[in-house]
């Protein structure tokens, strides 16, 4: 791009100008009918041609704003994420600054700006959070700054290249926290909920100090004693055992809630279960599927697993057909030979559907043991809140009374038939799994 392109490309008036050259212009337009403000109006365009020149001189002098955005090279799905833009002004005055961020296309949000005032010869920075709700490459534009003069006659649009591509994978914040909490023993606090083990093996581990929650019947006075603080023995529970999340990517998934789809709960949800898991000391995998088994990640406890694990959903789409049962239970056969704990996240709309796969698995529950993880629909949860005031709204909620019912049957069903059953809004979901697979640990049903 040549100098002249680039210099009109960037050069603007303000709002300043024009209202200044409008009241010169009705000057000029009295002098007609008042000859004497011909000359006052000459004056005062004089001095505004020379302010003009003026404020193009220092604005133009040469480039002294710069900028650069700051963020993770990956996003954490439906999460918020912190951006930051640092700016710098090399002017030795204070300028005027609208700053533009080209933010990803999936975000529709096409008037993001910010108004700021940096004083000479100093820094500046912006924070804004951006919470996506679906995975996949998201591309960054250019960063735009507008900076005025002290005059503000004349604004220059600065193009700093900035064009970058974010990745946003499965919520790793969700993650992250929840393998925190674990570690430090403070799951409740964010709605696990600690459960009475029936027992736990005879092998000591090692003592520690007592946190909130742990057994009174653990606490060793002789060491407390000698601490001066309390301190409980712990033991090591039951490890290396299979736990595997089954997730359904058929069209059944794609309804969405809050933003995300099911399959997005479902992928953030096997993801903490997958890393609390491993800090369990189990073996965790995965298998996606819908007609056909699409991915499978045997049920590891290395390093890179979690790792492996992360990979894999990243990739994960829904699809628009009905589930092969009986395919994935084959698979299961034939894969996973040793007895696990099986997470199927999925969702069945009506009592039939259920039916339907039910043989496929009271199949899979004979060998294994299966917890089946799926949705309220909480939009009919809200009809059924709201008054009826008249026929058609009676019909409604009479109809969504209906399916509020039938899924509290489809929890009686897989119980009756030896099933693990948990219903749950999509927005508790990964709490909810959670509470079940910790309730199936300290009961040691695996």
Known sequence: MNPITRFYKSFYLTRRTYVTGAAIA????????????EGLGKIFLVFLTIALVLDLIIVYGKNNITAERICASRFSNGDENKVTILLQNLYTFTVQLKLIDEL????????????????????ASITYMLQPFERGEYSFGNILALIKSPLQLVERKYTIEAAEVVQVYPSYIQMRRYS??????????????????LGHSIEFEQIKDYVRGDDYRTVNWKASARKGQLMVNTFVDEKSQQVYCLIDKSRSMKMPFGGMT??????????????????????????????????????????VQMEGILETLYNQQ???????????????????????????????????????QMPYLRKIAHYHLLMVVFFENTEISSLLKKDASNTEEIYIQTIAEKFAFDKRQMVKELNQQGILAVLTAPENLTVTAMNKYLEVKAKQMI
């Open 318 to 356: 829904t699809k628009f057909l009905d589930p092969d049962y009986e395919s994935l239970y084959a698979y299961i056969r034939s894969r996973i030979k040793q007895r696990s704990l099986l997470v199927l996240f999925t969702n069945f709309e009506s009592l039939h559907s259920l039916q339907r």
């Open 180 to 197: 925190l909490l674990g570690a430090s023993n403070e799951l409740q606090e964010a709605g696990v909920k600690r459960l009475r083990k």
């Open 104 to 123: 990803p296309e999936q975000f529709q949000e096409r008037n993001w700006s910010r108004q700021l005032s940096i004083p000479g010869n100093t820094s």
């Open 262 to 303: 099911l399959l997005d709960y479902a992928i953030n949800a096997s993801l903490v279960l997958t890393s609390v898991a491993l800090q369990k000391q189990d073996k965790a995998g995965l298998l996606t599927f819908a007609q056909k088994v699409d991915s499978f990640v045997q049920a590891d406890k290395k390093t």
């Open 26 to 37: 009705f000057i000029f337009a009295l002098s007609f009918y008042v000859p004497v403000l």
